[in-house]
């Protein structure tokens, strides 16, 4: 699976949990997914009509474009097993 | 199987796509509940706009989900909504099980009905409280006090705010406090059987003593005689002594041993003891005893019959536990240093010693070693806790120390050094009536004597010494005897009467007799607690003796009332 993982990170200006999310999501990519992803930050603060896009409700929110199907990961990503399960990533 | 029915293929799709969304509700609630959102975006009819959680809403959700208490939200039909970590923490159940649960499935079904009040009346008035016990995962039984609010969510929605407090902690101190009353009331029942029983035990021994104290100055006896009548007065006196230390106990445990202190040579109060305990078995080549005192001035300010009780005891025990050929050694010394200096008395044994495991009980009441040396030595044990309450009234103290079993015995009495009152207001006119030397050699003044006393037995002997002593003694026997006698004698100089009497007291005969004919009283009773003594003074009696009377303490009582009166 050489397919390059298409990661979009909402987030609300520097909020907290903004901050942590993209923080914990770089962690995570370059532990699991090193050379082989691209993350693309929208900030709704400043671009709130982008959220009807994915359907954003919560922020922050990570979805994942590709590999299809779509998903979804709501919160901070602290918690790593739960990306792991959000990402349907293999390890 | 792969020429699907269309029908059946887009149900699936839709029971995917409802999956999915019901997934996506069920995250985003959990991530706000867990914190880990703190922005949201709400649809507005002008397009999407952006909601930061600020920071005094993190504060508050945070407040709830870390507080003690339980929180838990209803739905009109008891279905929990949401409940918070501290509940989860109270029932033992986590957060996902407790989701849409009924929250009366954790009540336990006595209680079903008054948990359903309460929910009623929460709904109907805004608001109620009360108690119940819920059922935690692991069983136990959890008091808690809930307290329900409604709460509207807007567009007709209401909820129930439950705010649920474990009791646990508060109702565990609540049977503590109960059952603490009640070991005190056992306490006072106790002491209050022990003063009791102790003046049951010495008034029998009044008259044994007075008879055979009196016999065994009798020079008309044989020598054998003498000794046996010497062996009776030893072990009468040996059981008032294990009455004196009930009595003591009980006053003790109440915190009322009071001290009639005076200037005190601790070298005689120690010799005294060693000459009483130890004479005879040095004497009889049984055991060593070795007197060991430093030079230096042993002048204390302190209450010297209390101290020879100390030293008596320390030094009885040592003995006791002494095999044959052994060594009780007694030393005192000065210790520096410390303000103010402290005078130590040591006693040494080389007996069978005290093993590691019991030596910190040696000083409660009741403790005697093991149960095997209880058996082997008798006695109830209370000396030390005695000998140390005294010491520790002192303002000093009494320590024990052993290598272990076999290996003898150390005990340390300390007190501070000082030959000056260290408070001058201790019971100043007390002491002055403590047993006197001070008019012993003085001639013995005749002296009238109504004796009030219904034990015919004690009656009968005291009169006899008192006789013996050049006094006149009228016999009564009640209140109204003593009334009636008081009324015909020429000239009465004293009376001296026991408590108790048939029909009445000796305090309202004494109110009596001081009223009608001026007289000054002595109190015989079994009873010696402080505000016994009290009691008789305020009644109009000049002295209060304790049985069994000591014809010594009676004589000095009765001659400074005669000189009083001159």
């Not at chain 2, 508050?60 to 509940?87: H, P």
């Not at chain 2, 109960?178 to 009044?206: G, M």
């Given at each position: 699976?050489?397919?390059v ?14 901050v942590?999310?993209l ?22 603060v ?46 | 199987?792969s ?8 149900l699936?799709a839709?029971?995917k ?33 952006v ?12 407040m ?8 838990v ?24 099980r ?10 336990i ?7 359903e009040s ?7 008035e ?22 329900f ?31 603490e ?49 010497a ?63 430093a ?5 204390v ?29 007694i030393?005192?010394w000065?210790e ?35 149960r ?18 005294i ?53 013995e ?122």
């Amino acid at each position: 699976m050489s397919e390059v993982w298409d990661l979009r990170l909402y987030v609300a200006g520097e909020t907290p949990k903004s901050v942590a999310a993209l923080a914990n999501l770089k962690t995570f990519c370059e532990a699991h997914l090193a050379g082989r992803y691209k993350i693309e930050v929208i900030d709704l603060v400043e671009h709130p009509g982008l959220a009807r896009i994915d359907q954003i409700l919560a922020i922050p929110t990570l979805v994942r474009r590709r590999p299809s199907p779509v998903r979804k990961i709501i919160g901070d990503l602290s918690n790593t097993e739960r990306v792991f399960k959000g990402l349907e990533l293999i390890r | 199987m792969s020429t699907a029915d269309p029908i059946t293929e887009n149900l699936t799709a839709e029971v995917k796509i409802l999956r999915s969304r019901l997934w996506e509700a069920e995250e985003t609630l959990r991530a706000i509940r867990e914190g880990e959102v703190d922005a949201l975006v709400i649809n507005e009819r002008r397009g999407e706009k952006v909601y930061t959680l600020k920071g005094a809403d993190r504060t508050y959700r945070l407040m709830i989900e870390e507080m003690q208490q339980g929180t838990v939200s209803l739905t009109a039909d008891g279905r929990i909504l949401y409940g918070n970590t501290g509940f989860s923490r109270i029932v033992k159940l986590p957060l996902d099980r407790l989701t849409h649960s009924l929250l009366q499935q954790l009540v336990i079904p006595e209680h079903h009905a008054l948990f359903e009040s309460f929910l009623r009346r929460g709904w109907t008035e805004g608001r109620s409280q009360g108690e119940v016990i819920l059922v935690a995962a692991d069983g136990t039984r959890i008091p808690v006090s809930l307290s329900f609010k409604t709460l509207s969510l807007g567009e007709g929605v209401s909820t129930l705010q439950v705010v649920v407090t474990d009791l646990t902690e508060q109702k565990r101190i609540e049977e503590l406090l109960v059952s603490e009353d009640l070991a005190r009331a056992a306490n006072i029942a106790k002491d209050q059987f022990l003063a009791t029983l102790s003046h049951e035990l010495r008034t029998p021994l009044t008259p044994v003593m007075a008879v055979v104290s009196e016999l065994e100055r009798d020079p008309r006896l044989p020598a054998d005689i003498q000794e046996s009548l010497a062996m009776v007065r030893r072990n009468v006196e040996l059981e008032a002594r294990l009455i004196d230390d009930l009595l003591d106990l009980t006053r003790i445990s109440r915190g009322k041993l009071e001290l009639e202190r005076g200037t005190t040579d601790l070298r005689e109060v120690i010799r005294h003891a060693v000459r009483t305990c130890c004479t005879q078995e040095t004497a009889a080549g049984r055991l060593h005893v070795v007197e060991e005192l430093a030079a230096a001035d042993h002048t204390v300010w302190a209450d010297a019959p209390r101290l020879s009780q100390v030293f008596w005891n320390l030094l009885t025990n040592a003995v006791k536990f002494t095999p044959d050929g052994g060594t009780v050694r007694i030393r005192s010394w000065m210790e520096t240093g410390s303000e103010p200096d402290t005078l130590a008395v040591q006693v040494a044994d080389t007996g069978i010693g005290i093993s590691p495991d019991v030596l910190p009980q040696i000083f409660s009441a009741f403790d005697q070693g093991e149960r095997g040396t209880a058996r082997r030595f008798g006695g109830l044990g209370l000396g030390l806790t005695i000998s140390r309450a005294i010491m520790e009234r002192h303002g000093g103290s009494l320590t024990a120390a052993s290598e272990g079993s076999g290996q003898g015995a150390v005990f340390t009495a300390r007190i501070p050094f000082s030959a000056e009152p260290v408070r001058l207001a201790e019971t100043a006119a007390d002491s002055a009536a403590a047993p006197g030397e001070e008019d012993a050699g003085e001639p013995e003044r005749s002296l009238h004597i109504l004796l009030v006393e219904d034990h015919a037995d004690t009656a009968h002997a005291m009169a006899t010494l008192l006789s013996a002593f050049g006094h006149q003694v009228t016999v009564a026997a009640s209140v109204a005897e003593a009334l009636a006698a008081a009324a015909q004698a020429e000239s009465l100089d004293v009376v001296v009467s026991d408590l108790g009497l048939p029909d009445g007291t000796g305090h309202d005969l004494m109110r009596e007799l001081a009223a009608r004919h001026g007289l000054r009283g002595i109190a015989l009773s079994g009873y010696g607690m402080e505000a016994d003594i009290q009691k008789s003074h305020e009644a109009g009696f000049a002295k209060h003796l304790t049985k069994p009377i000591d014809i010594a303490v009676l004589r000095s009582a009765l001659r400074q009332i005669a000189r009083a009166e001159r």
